[in-house]
């Protein structure tokens, strides 16, 4: 299927949050990562995201150079292309843009969805992070108050992170305190500065104990609940249905169905996944490395086994590896089988 028009994605959102379940954000480098998700998704029956942060916007545009609004949208272009081989739809999402790379990345992205859309064609992108985390809450509404009425121009969606997820991801670091945990003050600002989806909609990714990158269990004390009451308590003061704030869980490796299920039924109708596909795709390279060591290396004045070291071979046990754990995660979050085509 192509990847999602604006009222797709609106579609897949909606469905998520009336069916409770949520769909999986996977985070992407390269080719060979992007064609792992559509295989994961696909062997699932379910939709889902693909996204791009800065870091990997920068490896897509090249190493050696520094580009990456053009990293974004060779990826977005390639992402376009390839879903249409595949049986279920995709949405494509730039994720944490803190403040100081806004004009390098998300703004030159906007303005390109825009020239899209003046054509008469969708934008690039489906949704796109503002990630004020880094900065106090006041200047984080502003910002995204004044990005939201230019996305919804292009009738895309705001992704907004009130609160601080901890640990570190593509250069947005956060110490793990009590900074973790938003609270409903902080979510009735929120909804004062950008409103219920009268202004343009956004995602919320409201943090309850979530930490970037891999922690034990127990290093980390999640508290999926805090998303129900503040939910409750937006209902309450503005007289909405129930789960009125379409919900975005970060920080999700390490966490146990249990604390999934209970996100997901709050109102979370996105889970970002990012290292554990990473280990996944890394993990696989490796034991082909270690199983076939002669083959994969020349050594001692031998030839090696260019059926093992072609980047073919080892790639597509990689993406394999890769798209069983995007499986793992559409099982988790329930979106297995309830893809928007079927």
């Known amino acids: 299927m192509p990847v999602a028009t604006p009222d797709q994605y609106a579609e897949m959102l909606d469905t998520a949050k009336k069916g409770g379940f949520a769909f999986p954000a996977v985070n992407v480098s390269s080719s060979s990562s992007i064609n792992a998700v559509l295989q994961g998704l696909t062997e699932a029956g379910s939709d889902g995201i693909i996204q791009v942060t800065t870091g990997g916007a920068d490896y897509f545009a090249g190493q050696s150079v520094k580009a990456r609004a053009s990293g974004a949208l060779a990826f977005a272009a390639f992402a376009t292309e390839v879903a249409k081989n595949y049986p279920i739809t995709v949405a494509l999402h730039t994720d944490h843009c803190p403040k100081d790379a806004l004009p390098g990345f998300v703004l030159p992205l906007l303005e390109a ?36 009425p ?57 943090t309850f104990g979530n930490v970037h990158g891999v922690y034990k269990p127990g290093n980390v004390v999640l508290r999926p609940e805090l998303l129900g009451e503040i939910q409750a ?24 169905d249990a604390e999934i299920a209970e996100a997901v039924a709050n109102g979370v109708v996105k889970m970002n996944i990012d290292t554990d596909t990473q280990y996944a795709y890394s993990r696989s390279i490796a034991d082909t490395v270690l199983r076939n060591y002669d083959g994969f290396l020349k050594v001692d004045g031998e030839v090696g086994n260019k059926k093992i070291y072609d980047p073919r071979a080892w790639g597509k046990l990689a993406e394999t590896a890769m798209a069983a754990r995007v499986g793992e995660a559409t099982r988790q979050l329930g979106s297995a089988g309830h893809a928007i085509s079927r």
């Open 113 to 148: 969805s825009e020239a899209e859309v003046k054509a008469g064609r969708n934008p690039i992108f489906q949704s796109h992070m503002w990630d004020g985390s880094a900065v106090p809450l006041t200047e984080n509404l502003e910002i995204a108050a004044e990005l939201l």
């Open 150 to 206: 230019r996305i919804k121009n292009i009738n895309a969606i705001l992704e907004v992170e009130i609160g601080v997820v901890g640990g570190e991801e593509d250069g947005v670091s956060h110490d793990i305190n009590e900074h973790l945990y938003t609270t409903l003050d902080d979510a009735i600002a929120t909804v004062e500065a950008l409103g219920l989806g009268e202004r343009g909609r956004y995602l919320a990714a409201l």
């Open 233 to 256: 308590g937006i209902q309450a003061k503005y007289g909405t249905g129930p789960k009125p704030l379409d919900l975005v869980f970060h920080g999700g490796s390490g966490s146990t």
